[in-house]
């Protein structure tokens, strides 16, 4: 297993949108379309309006038509984000997670992206979601991960659509055991029905609440919460396949970039002891995911012996590449992705 098979993800650049009055095409602009767009931008924006402000903040964050300048630029990004505006929060978020102009922080960049997800940004949904598998400003959460790159994929985003099967190929996997089992919005018989779903259908495994359990349909991209009772067990993931640095995107919504220590094209595994000496106490770890498989051998083609729980802690017995030996507390062995394990 290559490292960082599981949390190699791109970081989406500022982008322009598509704006009714002045779009740029894609692509750098010519300097007649960026004094064209600054010239309809600008009243527009000193108006309020989120569409150009945040166009202005594009035209100076990246020196289009103008000198670059940073500060200006997030200035007309936080009048747009202040209207709730998804781009400019995204733009902001990259702006922190960068240090554009501000020092790098990856918990303000990762409060910027999760404003901007929740607007319905598809690009920094998948930025979320890499975070979350990093730990990078945010509690590092798999199913957390998971959820959110499935709505960017779900709405196209093509980083999002790389990288959502190789998370969920490291979580547990399931089958639907009924025939038209309803698929529900919440863990409760009240919940809207999301759809329906035929018996032996795989699904990946979330979370679980009381008798339920909250559930991914990778194919496609819908999460909800069947009745616990009808799966089939959790038989043992698909064959993980690393996340790919995608190539650059030309949509307006998101380009792919693999450039500094600060992006998410590289993140770091959790460290962890290798092997210790004898004389030496082994080092003692806590499993980070939500529910983590416990395999037979350092592969995801292992057989899963059981699986563990959220800040269970378990000893390190040695390394092979990206897997680490453990030996839980009730004194159960096996291997676990070392990208799981974190103090």
């Known amino acids: 297993m290559n490292k960082s098979a599981i949390a190699r993800a791109v970081v989406m650049a500022v982008t322009l949108s598509a704006v009714s009055f002045a779009a740029f ?58 209207q709730n ?14 240090g554009h102009g501000v020092p790098a922080d990856s918990s303000k960049a990762a409060k910027w992206f999760e404003r901007a997800a929740e607007h319905g940004e598809p690009a920094a949904q998948n930025n979320l979601a890499v975070m979350y598998v990093r730990g990078q400003g945010v509690p590092q959460d798999l199913s957390k991960a998971a959820l959110w790159a499935a709505r960017a994929a779900e709405a196209g985003n093509k980083s999002a659509i790389t990288n959502l099967p190789a998370i969920a190929a490291n979580m547990p996997q399931s089958r639907i055991d009924g025939d038209n089992v309803n698929i529900r919005s919440q863990p409760t018989t009240d919940g809207r029905v999301l759809r329906q779903a035929d018996r032996n259908t795989q699904v990946v495994v979330l979370d679980t609440k009381d008798d339920w359990a ?16 009808l799966l089939a067990g959790t038989p043992a993931p698909l064959r993980a396949e690393p996340v790919q640095t995608a190539s650059a995107e030309t949509n ?52 899963v012996l059981f699986q563990a729980r959220k800040g269970d802690q378990a000893s390190v017995l040695s390394s092979d590449n990206d897997w680490r030996e453990v030996r839980f507390e009730d004194g159960r062995t096996g291997w676990v992705a070392g990208f799981l394990l974190g103090e």
């Open 25 to 82: 095409a894609q692509g750098q602009p010519s300097s007649e379309e960026a004094a064209r767009v600054m010239e309809n931008a600008k009243p527009l924006a000193e108006q309020g309006n989120a569409n150009a402000q945040y166009n202005m903040g594009v035209l100076y964050d990246e020196g289009y038509g103008v000198d670059k300048n940073y500060e200006t630029a997030r200035s007309w990004y936080e009048k747009a984000a202040a």
């Open 85 to 98: 505006y998804a781009k400019a929060e995204h733009n902001l978020g990259i702006m922190y997670q960068e």
């Open 214 to 229: 909250e559930v991914l349909f990778p194919k496609e991209y819908t999460v909800g919460w069947v009745a616990g009772f």
């Open 252 to 303: 307006t919504s998101t380009v792919a970039k693999d450039s500094s220590a600060a992006d998410n094209s590289q993140p770091a595994s959790p460290a962890v002891a290798d092997q210790p000496a004898q004389s030496q106490a082994l080092p003692v770890r806590r499993i980070t995911g939500n529910v983590v498989n416990i395999r037979a051998r350092p592969t995801t083609n292992a057989d």
